[in-house]
């Protein structure tokens, strides 16, 4: 009787470049994080908010790329099929959440740019709240996939 196992490759370069992009991608966090609490006296700046959020957007492209194209949803899948809607799911957040980013970016250039007079800095302060918790969220949720696929390949669990 044959037994056939499935492993997951791991590459060594894709690894890199993802730690890299998710280390980018937290500083960019905090600093939006840090911006946006400073006191209501002082509020964060038009212009700082608006290329901090077009920064984050630009660092989301590069992650959901590297996690769809490069990444660990095949691998995971492959692994673990019963992981597949998962994975789907979490693979078509990334397009949800990105277009999230993209209209928080134009909003805090309307403010830069003054054509709107309609949204605040407190606006776009509230929404990007609520886009970092989803995105936390998500980020949670693909760990717990890889997590799961990791459990599955080397059949932990007791």
């Keep these: 009787m044959l037994t056939r196992t499935r492993t997951i490759t791991v590459n060594a370069a894709f690894l890199h470049d993802l730690k890299e992009d998710n280390i980018h991608l937290r500083e960019l966090l905090i600093a939006l994080n840090q911006a946006l609490a400073q006191p209501m006296h002082r509020p ?3 212009a700082i908010l608006a290329e901090l ?14 996690e769809e194209f490069f990444g660990y949803f095949n691998d995971a899948v492959n692994v673990a099929p019963r992981l597949s809607v998962q994975a789907d799911i979490l693979r078509s957040q990334h397009v949800a959440l990105f277009s999230e980013i993209c209209d928080l970016v134009d909003d805090a250039e309307s403010l830069l740019y003054q054509e709107s007079r309609i949204i605040g ?3 776009v302060a509230q929404r990007y709240q609520l886009f970092n918790k989803h995105l936390r969220s998500h980020e949670t949720c693909e760990n717990e996939l890889i997590l799961n696929a ?9």
């Design 44 to 46: 964060v700046q038009p």
């Design 53 to 66: 959020l077009g920064r984050l957007r630009d660092q989301l492209a590069t992650h959901f790329a590297l």
């Design 121 to 123: 800095v407190d606006d």
């Design 150 to 158: 990791l459990n599955d390949d080397m059949g932990g669990g007791d």
